[in-house]
Each structure stands twice: as C-alpha cells, then as structure tokens.
C-alpha cells in the first residue's frame, strides 16, 4: 500500500485548502479541520512503525536521465514522520485555545501548508521533492510573519525573506549542480554514479546542500534569520517550527542528502562537526545573553541542533541513533517551553525576563511543565534528554574524538547554566514589577503541555535495548550506510 | 525481588505517592514517608548484616553492596529516618509539605541507588537525579531561595555532566559499565582526567573547593531540615563515598595525583573555616564547616595509607553526625525564634536545654575535642598523615599543619556561635521560646550523644563495625603479612582521665565557692557596661582574622576566588556580551555571517 505515501502530502494540503475555504464562516471549522488533518497524520505515522516502502511519484522507476520523483519511507523517514506529525498535533490543538479569531484561518491554513512541507522532506526521494518542501515551509513561515501588514513585523518578515531566498536559491542550485553532474534528480539515482570518488561538481554540490539545509536547520553560523522570526511569528507557530520543522526540513533533509544521495565524505563529516560544536557553544552563549524567553529558546535550538549535528558528524551508527533520539526529545521539550512561553504572553502580555517571575505560584501547570521542559533540555535524568544527550557524549568518546566530547561537556554545562537562570528569573524569584495576570492559561493549553511534559518523562523508554535496536539503530544504519542507499532503493 | 531493590523502590514509590496525595488528608503524607523511610533502614540494617550482595537486574549485576557501601548504606538510612522524624515536627504548620516529603523520599531512594550501583550508568543516573531532588528541596523555602537554587543546580548539574563525560571514558577504556573491574594506574593523561573528573563531581557534591559555592548558599536559604538531611549528611556521605570508590576501587592513584587530593584537602580546609569565622548568620556558618570538615575527609583519602584513609572515612561519619546534629538545632532555633542571625541570637541555653546539649555535643565532636568522635577520626588522619611523611619528602609537614591548625580555628568559630546564640542574653529580652517537641529533640541529642559514643568507644564500635572492614577491602592499602595498622589507642582511660579532670575542676570550683566571690561591674574603655548589654559574639576572634597573614588570606578566600563558580560566571558573561554583539540583527551581522560561511564551506570543500 505504498500509495498510501501520498496521504502525508495529500491531508494537510487538502485540510489547509478546505481551512482557508471554509474557515472564514467559522473559526471552529479551521479549528476542527487542522486538528482532524493533524490527528489523521499522527495515526498515519505511528501506523508505519516498521513498514517500507517507495513511491515512483513518476511511474516505474524512470530510465537514467530523466527526472524520477519519489517517496521513500524506511527508518529514518519514520522516526522522524512520528516526531513531525506528533508535534504538529500538538501544535494545532494548542493554537485552537492561543491563536486569535480573526487569526485563526490563516494560521491554522499555514501550519498544515508546512507540516505538508516538513512531511515531504522527510518523505522525499529526490531532491525536486526537498526543494518544492523548504519552499513550502519558508513560504509558510513568511507569510505567518507578514500577516500583520506593516510595522516591525513586516520588516522582520522582508528581512526574513532574504534569508529564505537564500536558503531555496542554494538548494536549487545544489539540486542542479548534482543535476549536471549525475544526470539525475532522484536521490537513488544520483546514488549510484557516486561511487567512482568525488568530483569537483559533486564536492560544490555538498557544499550548496551543506548550506542551504544548514540555514533552515539553524546551524551556525546561517543561524541569524531564527531570532527574527521567532519575535515575530505567533508563538504556537514558533513553538512548531523550532520543534519540528526546522529538523525536518534542515537537520533530516541535509542527513538525506548529504549521506545517502551524495555521499557524506569525511571533510563534509568534519564540517559537521566543527559547525556543530561551534552552534553548540555560541547558540548556548547568545541565550545566555538574551532576556527575553522566545529568544532565549530560539537560541538553545541553534545550540540543540548543534549536538544533533555532531552526533551525526561522527558518521558512527551509535552517533547517527544518538543524533536521532536526541531530535525526538528535543523536540518534544522545546515545544514545550514555546507552548509554555506562549501560555506566559497569553496570560501576562509578554515574554521578557524583565517583567516575569513567580510563574510557579501564579501559573502553577505552566511552571510544573516549564520545570520539566527545562530539566528535559539540560539533560538531568530522568528526562528524555539526559539519554540522549548521554548517548551522543558516549558516541563522541567512542570515536575518540575527546576534544569535542570536552566541547560538548562544557555546551552541556552552559545549558544547564541558562536554563538554570530561566528558572530562577522567570519561575522562582518574586514576581517582577510590572507583571499582572491579566488572562488564565486556557485549558486545552495546558492540556497540551501536561501531555507534552508526560512524554519529556517517558521518552527515556525508547532507549531501551529492543525499541532502541529496532527504532533507531536500524535507521541510523540506512544513513550510516551512505549511498548503498541507491542499490536498496533501485533494487526494491 | 531482590533485598538491595527495596531500599530504592519503597522510598521511590513512597516519594511519588506523597506527591500527588492531596495535602486534605491531614498526617497521611507524614504517615507514609515515616514508614517508607523505616523500611528502608530496616532493609539497610539488613543489608549490612548480610555484608556482601549482589543483585541482578535485567540479568546484568546492576547493584552490589560490598563493605565500603554497606556502611554508608545503613548510614543513609539511619539519616533518612531520624531527618524524616525530625521534619515532622519542624515542617509543621508549612506549606508545600507534599513537594517537601516526596522529594526528601525521592531522595532517599536516589542515595541508596548510588550506594549500592555497580554499573556505571546506573551510577550517573541516580547521581544526577539525586542533585535534581535537592535543588527542587532547596527550592521549597520560596522565592528567598531563588538564588540559592540556581547556584546549586548549576554547579551541581555541571559536576553531573563531567561525571557522565568520566563514566563514558571509563567504559570504552575497560569495555565495561561494572564499577567492579581492576583498578587502572593513573599513568595516561587519559586516565588521569578520567579520574579527575571523578573526582569533580565528588567534591561538588561533598562541597569542597573549588566547587563548594552552593553549599553556604544553600545551607542559609534552604529549609533547616533539608539542608541537614542533604547537604550536611547524605551528599557527604556519598560525595566521600564516590571519592572512595574512585581513589581507592576504579583507579591506582600516583603520588601526582594524590597531591591533587592533598591540595584540595587543605585548601578548604583552611579556607571553609577561615570563612566560617566571620559569618553571622547561624546556618550559612555551618554551611562553610560542612565545606571545611570535608578537606579532612579528602586529606585523609588523599594520604593513600590505611590509617589516614581509615581516619577520612571515619570522619565522614562523624562529621555527617555532627554536621547533620548541628543543622537540626539550627533548625530547632530558627523554629521557636525565627531567625538565625547570630546578632538577634543569643542567651537561648536557658529555654531550649536539649537544643544547647545537642549542640554542645557535636560542637565539640566536630571541633575534635577528646573524647568524641571527631577526635578520634581527626587523629587518624594526622597519623595518615604522618604515616605518609615517613615516605620521605617535606610537604607533610603543610598537610600536618593545615589539619591542625583548621580544627584549632574551628573550635574558635564554634565558641562563636555557641556564645552568640546560646549563651549570653536574649537580644530581644523578654520570656524566652520553649524548647522544641520530641520529634525534633530525640533526632538531635541521638545524633549528639551518637558522636560522644563513636569517640569514646571509636575502636569497639565505629571502628570495628563499618571503617576497618572497609578499608581492609581495598587491595591496594592490604599491609604485607596482614599487619595491624591500627595503633591501638586507649580512648577509654583517656576519658576516664578527661572525666577525672573535670570532677577535680568542679570540686575546685565547688570549694571556691564556699569562700566569698568579688563581685564588680563590667567595664568597657573605662565605662561601666550596663547590666543588660550583651556581647554578641560576632566580633570573636577578630584577633585572628586581623593578623596580617589571615587577613590577606581571609579577604583573597572572602572575595570568592576559591569558587570556580564565579570564575565561570565572569567568563561565561564575557563571552555571552561577544556572542550577543555577533547577533545584533540579521542584516547587521546574519548576512554577513551567512555569506562567510558559505565561502568558508565552499573553500573547504571545493579546494
């Protein structure tokens, strides 16, 4: 039933359609059209735990030369369909109780036009596909960022647009660079010419990929447009593009790309490690500098996305599974913190550090789960975060590379150190002056957060040695195994 | 299932019970954690008679108890119950008692988890969530606490990523997760940072320097009786503990990294209590002893011989009795007068009798006055000491000194506090509080009289029962031919002297007083002191801390530089001010960083 694959495109851009249609008469009928379309994906996606699959978009699999577009769905694609589709949920249920009226429509429209997007990147056997998929997200995004017209918010959507322009201008170049070369769009294809050793044109095509996806991952040093955005954007779409996807179409779609069409060689695995490390520590930094609580979290995914990047640097299975997990948990609790600090502006009118505190009495479920969110991402045991971010330092040290286990052992620390501080500022100290609780937290936003913080509790589970060979052992080794990837796609 | 577990899972499941009960139900949550943690004893009295476990979970022999951990195993449950006791009574009429009681359980449950680990993982696990409950214990005083927490949840749980980073090293250098392995020379540099971080973590948790910042800070804004179960008894009993395990089981230690030890020992040794003596405020004073006492504990180690590691370990015992003795009647003084600021103090012996006795006896216990216990253990650290002078070289002489001199100005900081609170008059005036309920009062004079008992019995008892077996168990510090490394020391006629010498005072004293005493008025520069002025005491041994030396030493310790944590604090807001002038808006520094990476990316790629 590969046609089924369709359906992960298909659903969200008929809800968005149907939402921007009917949505207008009736904010509860966008409301209810995007948690239906998010619900269905998430079953969708939980559903293909262990199944494969490949969908010739174009009919057969098409002779060399000619473009061939399809969908490929193996054990990366659905780790990450699961985390995606799960968090998109979220996402839409939380903004049913936080988007306002006159909102509604355009951004619940919006968030299933990118969830399409992030679903196609993950999905994407070739890489019209991850083009067409950064498209639609940076689209989306813009157009979340311009829906007020004028003022700030526009200039920060302009100034954004550069940087999306950017970002889809080096993938198409990329896409055509490898085009030129390998005479072939399809990622199994281009695969399968790689083996003869690099040339030119395929180094300049990893470098065109390397950048244009590490943009859309945050990675530094392509990270300035995020803090931006995240000023301006609603926070629930925030909340989802941090979470989300950004990791799948930045993080997933340059792991696609890079290991299994291109081949990932081992100066591109050390770019990934030097610019992982590098994210780790400066993202870390620049939130510690920040006193706002959006910024602060728009920071820290830079620095999250830089110890999924050096797990996945080390070009070692365990590193790949590590970088894996890590993005589950991440997402998961950076979610969080967004719904959480969305929650906060609901409730106080605003985010900054200056005009906070006291959440913990005054907001007693938004500071549970923001204690939770937080101690999730600085990675202290119970918590999701804690095995992963563990399993990445194991992975580091296995590789012997003891410099950047030192490096990351100090961004851990740095972590640690501002989530610290984003507790003691904003969930303990006394209530600053200037913060009124002038709205309660609406229930269902709180709902989506206990839940969210549930999982943050128990994703420690998935490590365990079954679901961990099963889930992610088995789908780092498609990545680790680089470009026989084209021989298992084209001999399916 | 297995013995070991129920140590770890009745306080576990107890701790999560108590928190979601609702508070309606008056006394269930005091109910359950009484009983929870009476259990737990029971199974680490248990434990400790059996001596040598090991429980298998997942098929893998996860936890072990062996003669070092079956000791600190009972200990943590004797303290887990008599602090449970004991915040009953003090706890009362408080709110957040669900958050208190199931993370004091959680906590328990997480100390007997890294007792008795035998797998590396496990170890990290239960030592990190361990630092996770105290923070969230710290952080139920409210908002005073606020910094408090962020201190130690910062240096706690940075220690807790370096141990990870040790435990990881460790496992891919010996393939194996067991703490039960063959110990490996500190040869490599590999190994020795291995250790070194190690031994990090050990000393944050046990609050010695550099990494002892959270403790004072912690000790002051916390609640009494959460500062004396976690930072005063268990997270010394288990920072010593892993300090133990690492020095003497994991690694064998070479003379250059024993010195690192040595060094550590003796510098916060003096400069705790250098600390120590100019406080005024009860509890943050004890917070600096409780970073002090624990350089002998690292000194003892650190002499890498029986005796001297015998006396540390001993002394972690007697000084988790005191110290945790001394923060109850901490808490004891804060419950009935609401403060603890030595200057609003005093005159309290009258009212609280069995407060002041508590506090007398492990005063003097942990100022290493004979015969208690914190002689005897201070003792045996000085024949470590000496014992390891004897293999030539003349910094012994430092250590030697160091010790000594830091339990003479212990002493001097403890005549402080017992005068600034106890004796002398009540600032306020007035009728003076009543003593506390026998909830708090039994905790504290056992714990007291317990520190008299292991001094005067120390060899019969302490000794015998948990040190010598301990230490005996470790290869490396077994004396060719199965000598007897102890030098027998008659404790019992020492104290029958002592005793004989305080009878013959007061009969001295008793026919003094038969003849007329001169009675005259008070006189301070020249003026008579009222009748009702009072010496706080906070102004003791200013003569000391004026000294020329001490006070250059006193002002470099006072201005934190022994705290890596303001280092790190500098540091961190130097980088972060550059970090946050590379992020001054997107068209400012995003584009231009964008374009020079992607030429950087492009030049290394495409040579």
């Not at chain 1, 699999?61 to 000619?66: D, F, K, L, M, Y």
């Not at chain 2, 004893?41 to 059996?50: E, H, N, S």
Request: proline content about 3%; charged content about 10%.
């Amino acid at each position: 039933m590969t046609s089924a694959l369709y359906l992960f495109l298909l659903v969200p851009l008929v809800a968005g359609v149907l939402v921007a249609l009917m949505g207008k008469r009736s904010p509860a009928v966008a409301d209810a059209l995007a948690t239906l379309a998010a619900g269905v994906l998430s079953l969708m996606a939980l559903v293909s735990v262990g199944k494969s699959g490949i969908l010739w978009i174009t009919g057969g699999v098409p002779p060399q030369g000619t473009p061939g577009m399809s969908l490929v769905l193996d054990g990366p694609a659905v780790v990450m369909l699961i985390t995606t589709n799960l968090i998109g949920l979220a996402g839409a249920l939380y903004s049913i109780a936080y988007v306002e009226r006159a909102l509604k429509v355009r951004h619940h429209a919006l968030l299933m036009l990118s969830l399409a997007g992030a679903n196609w990147a993950v999905l994407a056997g070739d890489l019209v596909g991850v083009l067409v998929a950064v498209a639609m997200v940076s689209a989306a995004a813009y157009a979340m960022l311009a829906h007020r017209g004028a003022g700030a918010d526009a200039r920060a959507a302009s100034k954004y647009l550069v940087a999306a322009g950017i970002g889809v201008a080096l993938v198409l170049a990329g896409m055509l660079v490898t085009y030129g070369s390998a005479h072939s769009v399809n990622m199994a294809q281009v695969a399968k010419t790689v083996g003869t050793g690099p040339t030119t044109w395929h180094l300049l095509a990893l470098a065109l990929f390397l950048v244009g996806l590490g943009l859309q991952a945050g990675m530094f040093p392509f990270h300035g447009w995020l803090v931006g955005l995240v000023d301006s954007a609603p926070t629930s779409f925030s909340a989802t593009l941090c979470g989300v996807l950004m990791k799948a179409v930045g993080v997933f779609a340059m792991m696609r790309v890079l290991f299994n069409a291109l081949g990932a060689t081992p100066t591109v695995l050390s770019l990934l490690l030097v610019l992982g490390a590098l994210s780790i520590i400066i993202g870390a930094l620049a939130a510690l500098a920040q006193n706002d609580l959006k910024r602060v979290l728009s920071y820290h995914t830079i620095s999250e996305t830089g110890f999924v990047l050096l797990g996945l640097g080390l070009g070692t299975r365990l590193g790949i599974a590590a970088a894996l997990f890590h993005m589950m948990n991440v997402a998961v609790a950076k979610t969080l913190l967004f719904m959480n600090a969305g929650s906060l502006e609901h409730a106080t009118g605003g985010t900054s550090y200056d005009r906070l505190g006291d959440v913990k009495h005054k907001l007693p479920v938004v500071g549970a789960t923001s204690t939770i969110g937080a101690l999730s991402l600085s990675g202290i045991p119970p918590f999701g975060g804690f095995w992963s971010k563990l399993f990445i330092l194991v992975a580091v040290v296995q590789a012997e590379r003891y410099g950047y286990a030192a490096w990351m052992v100090a961004g851990s620390i740095l972590t640690i150190a501002s989530m610290a501080r984003f507790q003691k500022v904003v969930l303990h100290d006394q209530a600053r002056e200037g913060m009124e609780t002038r709205r309660a937290v609406p229930a269902l936003m709180q709902a989506v957060a206990v839940v969210l913080t549930a999982l943050c509790f128990s994703m420690g589970l998935l490590w365990l040695p079954r679901i961990q060979a099963d889930f992610f052992m088995s789908a780092a080794k498609v990545i680790q195994e680089g470009v026989t990837y084209g021989a298992n796609i084209l001999g399916m | 299932m297995e013995l070991t577990l129920y140590t770890i899972v009745v306080p576990a499941i107890a701790g999560i019970l108590v928190r979601v009960l609702p508070g309606a139900l008056k006394g269930v949550r005091e109910t359950i954690t009484l009983v929870a943690s009476a259990v737990t004893l029971v199974v680490a009295i248990l434990l400790f008679r059996q001596g040598w476990v090991e429980a298998k979970v997942f098929g893998v022999a996860m936890l072990k108890v062996d003669a070092l951990s079956s000791f600190v195993l009972l200990w943590v449950g004797i303290f887990g119950f008599l602090m449970m006791l004991y915040s009953v009574g003090f706890m009362k009429d408080r709110s957040r008692l669900g958050e208190y009681y199931g993370y004091s359980l959680l906590s328990l449950a997480a100390a007997c988890g890294v007792v008795l680990a035998n797998d590396m993982i496990l170890l990290v696990a239960m030592w990190a969530f361990l630092g996770l409950m105290l923070h969230l214990l710290i952080d139920v005083a409210g908002a005073s606490a606020s910094a408090a927490v962020k201190k130690t949840s910062i240096i706690v749980g940075g220690t807790d990523a370096l141990l990870a980073f040790a435990v990881v090293i460790l496992w891919l250098m010996t393939g194996s997760t067991s703490l039960t392995q063959e110990a490996i020379p500190t040869i490599t540099g590999l190994a020795c940072l291995t250790f070194i971080l190690f031994a990090c973590a050990a000393f944050a948790k046990a609050g010695a320097m550099p990494f002892h910042g959270w403790v004072p800070e912690a000790a002051e804004a916390g609640p009494a009786s959460a500062v004396a179960f976690l930072p005063a008894s268990l997270d010394k009993l288990l920072g010593i503990y892993l300090l133990a395990r690492v020095s003497l089981h994991l690694f064998n230690l070479t003379p250059a990294m024993a010195l690192i030890l040595l060094v550590v020992g003796a510098v916060t040794l003096l400069g705790g209590v250098m600390m120590a003596l100019v406080q005024h405020d009860m509890k943050r004073l004890l917070g600096y002893h409780a970073v002090s006492q624990v350089g002998y504990m690292v000194i003892g180690i650190g002499t890498l011989n029986p005796v001297g590691v015998a006396g540390g370990l001993f002394h972690m015992l007697n000084n988790a009795i005191a110290k945790g003795c001394l923060f109850l009647t901490g808490g004891a003084v804060e419950k009935r007068e609401g403060t603890t600021s030595l200057d609003k103090l005093g005159g309290l012996a009258r009212f609280m009798p069995v407060t002041f006795a508590s506090c007398l006896l492990a005063a003097l216990a942990i100022s290493g006055v004979p015969p208690f216990g914190g002689f005897a253990s201070k003792w045996m650290v000085y024949q470590g000491i000496v014992d390891l002078g004897k293999g030539g070289g003349h910094l012994w002489v430092i250590w030697l000194v160091a010790a000594m001199f830091g339990s003479a100005l212990t002493l001097a900081s403890f005549v402080k506090l017992l005068h600034g609170v106890f004796l002398g008059i009540r600032a306020r005036g007035g009728q003076g509080p009543k003593e506390v309920g026998i909830l708090m009062w039994l905790p504290m004079i056992l714990l007291g009289v317990v520190g008299l008992v292991f001094g005067v019995f120390a060899y019969a008892l302490p000794l015998k029962a948990f040190i010598v077996p301990a230490v005996s168990a470790v290869p490396s510090l077994r004396v060719p031919g199965g000598g007897v490394w102890l030098n027998w020391w008659n404790l019992g006629v020492a104290t029958l002297l002592i005793l004989a010498g305080l009878g013959i005072g007061l009969l001295i004293y008793l026919a003094g007083r038969a003849r007329a005493v001169r009675r005259d008025s008070a006189y301070v520069g020249g003026e008579i002191l009222p009748a009702e002025a009072r010496v706080t005491g906070t102004e003791f041994y200013n003569t000391i801390t004026d000294m020329p030396c001490f006070k250059r030493i006193q002002r470099w310790a006072g201005a934190k530089n022994l705290d890596i944590y303001e280092y790190g604090r500098d540091l961190v807001g130097y980088l972060a001010r550059g970090a946050k002038v590379l992020h001054s808006g997107f068209f400012a520094g995003g584009l231009v960083w964008l374009i020079a990476g992607a030429v950087v990316v492009l030049a290394v790629l495409v040579r």
